[in-house]
């Protein structure tokens, strides 16, 4: 792989990373409204979507020049659902151009130093293990174990020329298996492509 290839990668993915970093915080699901109304981001350019049973939390909404974060959880009353805390951060326009670089820069990336800080919550690399890295149709999929956060899956995609990050994490009390993060994952993906 060629080292610009492998610049573009990192510098378009570390400010989308640094924002889902920075615009992480509890969710109480008590708070969050009892339905899911439509939310559009950075002017309309994205519209944000979760899967049933889970609703933007309204506090947690962030646009910063032209990047964006946002958290969903557990709709109030949405019992039936695994309680889990939905991030989705929304990078500049025309950065999803960075997924042109393909699977195998994307894991050069996140598998490297620089890419390992950039996923963790702490911004050391030693703190991350990436345990998986697919591809799924137009996503990229990463499952990771975070010492802050424990495991969980995250997408890379791309929307309405955006590069997307979506991360799915249980709770302290619940966290959620594997198979169950990635169809939650999964699910998010699904309603964010529906949604744009």
């Known amino acids: 792989m060629r080292l610009p290839a492998l610049r573009r990668v990192r510098?378009?993915?570390?400010?989308?990373?640094?924002a889902a970093i920075v615009g992480l915080a509890a969710c109480e699901p008590s708070t969050l409204p009892l339905s899911?109304?439509?939310?559009?981001l950075l002017g309309g350019a994205i519209a944000?979507?979760?899967?049933r049973g889970y609703c933007v939390d309204p506090a947690?909404?962030?646009?910063?020049?032209?990047?964006?974060?946002?958290?969903?959880?557990?709709?109030r009353f949405a019992l039936a659902v695994d309680p889990a805390l939905l991030t989705i951060s929304i990078g500049?326009?025309?950065?999803?151009?960075?997924?042109?670089a393909g699977g195998e820069?994307?894991?050069?990336?996140f598998t490297s130093a620089d890419g390992r800080a950039a996923l963790s919550r702490n911004?050391?690399?030693?703190d991350v293990t990436v345990l998986a890295a697919l591809g799924a149709g137009d996503a990229y999929l990463l499952r990771l174990r975070d010492r802050a956060v424990g495991e969980y899956w995250r997408a890379v995609v791309g929307l309405n020329g955006r590069l997307v990050t979506i991360s799915a994490n249980g709770t302290q009390d619940a966290p959620l298996a594997p198979a169950a993060g990635r169809a939650l994952l999964d699910a998010t993906l699904a309603a964010m492509r529906r949604a744009n």
Do not use: F, K, M, N
């Not at 510098?11 to 640094?18: E, K, N, V």
């Not at 500049?92 to 042109?100: H, I």
């Not at 911004?123 to 030693?126: D, E, L, P, V």
């Open 11 to 18: 510098t378009a993915l570390h400010g989308i990373c640094l």
């Open 48 to 51: 944000l979507a979760g899967p």
């Open 36 to 40: 899911r109304p439509p939310a559009d």
């Open 105 to 109: 820069a994307l894991t050069a990336y």
């Open 92 to 100: 500049p326009a025309a950065s999803s151009g960075v997924l042109a």
């Open 123 to 126: 911004g050391r690399a030693q």
């Open 60 to 75: 947690s909404l962030r646009e910063q020049g032209d990047t964006a974060v946002a958290l969903l959880g557990r709709c």
